[in-house]
């Protein structure tokens, strides 16, 4: 069973670069899945941000892509979030979520999420 | 992209069915048969309860289904029961490996 976990800081600094990390288990990266990243701000609904195949290509919401940037690490079973440039804007509960290949356009497994504010 | 517009909330008594709406585009809902619906309980992560548009996963009761009608999905829960009272988002493909989720609505089990 494969199962998702976010980690990273709690507080990030306005101006500066959100990073996070979502470990997989039960599973390798490496399969014929894509990696999402999603957020949702307090009190408010769900945005993608971006995902990733374990090949390194990538895709992007328009909306965020020039502050994104998503990679992966086979060796070690993860793939990572890095958002630049953060205001309290934010502010979120982020997710890594798997899109697998026999239902490409879904999300079917989700980490626990991880809150990560932006303050000073 | 712009979000999908959801209403923001619907209520039923147990037993009763629920339809939940999602509107979008053509490019997006209306262009593809990419839609998927997820339940959100407080503080938990979100679940997926339909795909495709109305395929449901392994191990989500019948009383969900799905379908699509032009720029607008719908989500259906049958048989109403305390346990379904969540927020619910839908999602679709909008093009160019691209995303984008609906607004969300509450369901309230009266």
């Known amino acids: 069973q494969v199962q998702l976990q976010e980690s990273g800081p709690g507080l990030v600094k306005p101006s500066g670069t959100l990073s996070l990390t979502c470990a997989v288990s039960g599973g390798s990266i490496s399969s014929s899945n894509w990696w999402s990243w999603v957020r949702q701000p307090p009190g408010k609904g769900l945005e993608w941000i971006g995902e990733i195949y374990h090949s390194g290509s990538t895709n992007y919401n328009p909306s965020l892509k020039s502050r994104v940037t998503i990679s992966v690490d086979k060796s070690k079973n993860q793939f990572s979030l890095k958002l630049s440039s953060v205001t309290a804007a934010d502010t979120a509960v982020y997710y890594c979520?798997?899109?697998?290949?026999?239902?490409?356009?879904?999300?079917?497994?989700w980490g626990q999420g991880t809150m990560v504010t932006v303050s000073s | 992209q712009s979000a999908l517009t959801q209403p923001r909330s619907v209520s039923g008594s147990p037993g009763q069915s629920v339809t939940i709406s999602c509107t979008g585009t053509s490019s997006d809902v209306g262009g593809y048969n990419y839609v998927s619906w997820y339940q959100q309980h407080p503080g938990k992560a979100p679940k997926l309860m339909i795909y495709?548009?109305?395929k449901r996963p392994s191990g989500v009761p019948d009383r969900f289904s799905g379908s699509k009608s032009g720029n607008t999905a719908s989500l259906t829960i049958s048989g109403l029961q305390a346990e379904d009272e969540a927020d619910y988002y839908c999602?679709?493909?909008?093009?160019?490996?691209?995303?984008?989720f609906g607004t969300g609505t509450k369901v309230t089990v009266l």
């Open positions: 999602c679709s493909y909008a093009g160019s490996y691209v995303y984008v």
């Open positions: 979520a798997r899109a697998p290949s026999t239902m490409a356009n879904a999300f079917d497994i």
């Open positions: 495709d548009v109305s």
